[in-house]
Every structure is written in structure tokens, then in C-alpha cells.
Antibody, heavy 116, light 110 residues
Framework: EVQLLESGGGLVQPGGSLRLSCAASGFTFSSYALSWVRQAPGRGLEWVSSISDAGGRTYYADSVQGRFTISRDNSKNMLYLQMNSLRAEDTAVYYC?????????WGQGTLVTVSS | QSALTQAASVSGSPGQSITISCTGTSSGVHAYNYVSWYQQHPGKAPKLMIYDVSNRPSGVSNRFSGSKSGNTVSLTISGLQAEDEADYYCASYTSSRTWVFGGGTKVTVL
């Protein structure tokens, strides 16, 4: 069974940092590009960042460029998102996914709340 | 990184067909066939309904179909059912190697 399981969310103060993780199983992890997608409370889906299958190419939304870093460990089937200088507007549920749909599975997401 | 344009809401009666449109730019929807559609019920994770414009994952009802014309992609739901009431999002790959989502369309079954 294909699974993506996010973790690492929580409450953090503005300016703080968090590292999200996504554990993958049920497919050949190293063959697929993956992304982080977020959804603020009551809002739509927003693409955050993507990484190529081998990890050599990374892409970011303007809203997180310079603050977030995506990475992956293909030996552990893990995807990560390091989030620094967090702002209130980063509050959202964060999902890892293959947006194109080649991996038909989204986890339940992990909630990040940025508040003092 | 402009969002794709979707109507805020679409409604239909049970058994009817409805179409949700998603309009992008020449650097996104028009240039690539990497467009996917997601269904999201309240409090739930998004569910893939269509990928690569018109392909349906296994397990998704054949009442759902996708198409593209120029800068616009569409999701058609035929034989509308109460369980189809949800938010629907389109997503497109872009020439900048990024992804962009539509703002979402709320489908109401009357």
C-alpha cells in the first residue's frame, strides 16, 4: 500500500523554526519527484516546494524562498522541509505529495501553527 | 506564480452533469499536460481524481473525466451524486518547474 505520512508540526513562535518529515512506503521512493503543499485554515491548497527524484533540483514558492529548505534521503525513504523564520502566515496543514498524481496518495498532513 | 482561475462555486441536481473549469497561462496549462484534479471533503486530505489532464486513477469513478482546450482544463462530473459535494482543485506544472493550484471550486448538490 502506498503511504505518505507527515510529522513534525506543532506550535512555534514567530521567527522560530520547525523541521517537517514525510515517511514514504509502498513505492520506489527514489523514482519520484515530491512536493510540499500547504493549506491555511479555511483556505485553498498552495504549492510550497518541490524536489527532483534524486534530490539535485529544488524549487520554491516566492512566499517561502530563502526561508524554507526541502531535502530528501532516498536511503531512508524520507522527505523533509526545514522551515526557518516562520511567520503567522505560514500557519497551515502541510502535506507531502506527488502533485502530478503518479503517486496516488496524500497523508493526513501535519499542522503548523505560528503564534506567540 | 499566479494561481489558476476557478469559479468559486458550481451546483447541480442529482443525476445532472456539471463541469468545473480551470484557466491558466501559456506557461502552464497550455504548455504541459501535467494537470491534476483533487477532491477535498471538509476536514479530509485531498484525493486525486484526475492526473495528466484526463487520466483517472484506479478506484475513481468513471463519472469523473478531464479534458483540455488551450489554456483551460475542465473536470466533468456526470450523474452527480450527493457524495460528490466537496471542494475541487486543479493543479498545473509550469515552465518554471513549479506547480500552481487553482483557488478551488465548491460543488453543491442541490
Amino acid at each position: 500500500e502506498v503511504q505518505l505520512l507527515e510529522s513534525g508540526g506543532g506550535l512555534v513562535q514567530p521567527g522560530g523554526s520547525l523541521r517537517l518529515s514525510c515517511a514514504a512506503s509502498g513505492f520506489t521512493f527514489s523514482s519520484y519527484a515530491l512536493s510540499w503543499v500547504r493549506q491555511a485554515p479555511g483556505r485553498g491548497l498552495e504549492w510550497v516546494s518541490s524536489i527532483s527524484d534524486a534530490g539535485g533540483r529544488t524549487y520554491y514558492a516566492d512566499s517561502v524562498q530563502g526561508r524554507f529548505t526541502i531535502s530528501r534521503d532516498n536511503s531512508k525513504n524520507m522527505l523533509y522541509l526545514q522551515m526557518n523564520s516562520l511567520r503567522a502566515e505560514d500557519t497551515a496543514v502541510y502535506y507531502c505529495a506527488n502533485i502530478r498524481g503518479l503517486i496516488d496518495s496524500w497523508g493526513q498532513g501535519t499542522l503548523v501553527t505560528v503564534s506567540s | 506564480q499566479s494561481a489558476l482561475t476557478q469559479a468559486a462555486s458550481v451546483s447541480g441536481s442529482p443525476g445532472q452533469s456539471i463541469t468545473i473549469s480551470c484557466t491558466g497561462t501559456s506557461s502552464g496549462v497550455h504548455a504541459y499536460n501535467y494537470v491534476s484534479w483533487y477532491q477535498q471533503h471538509p476536514g479530509k486530505a485531498p484525493k486525486l481524481m484526475i492526473y495528466d489532464v484526463s487520466n483517472r486513477p484506479s478506484g475513481v469513478s468513471n463519472r469523473f473525466s478531464g479534458s483540455k482546450s488551450g489554456n483551460t482544463v475542465s473536470l466533468t462530473i456526470s450523474g452527480l451524486q450527493a457524495e460528490d459535494e466537496a471542494d475541487y482543485y486543479c493543479a498545473s506544472y509550469t515552465s518554471s518547474r513549479t506547480w500552481v493550484f487553482g483557488g478551488g471550486t465548491k460543488v453543491t448538490v442541490l
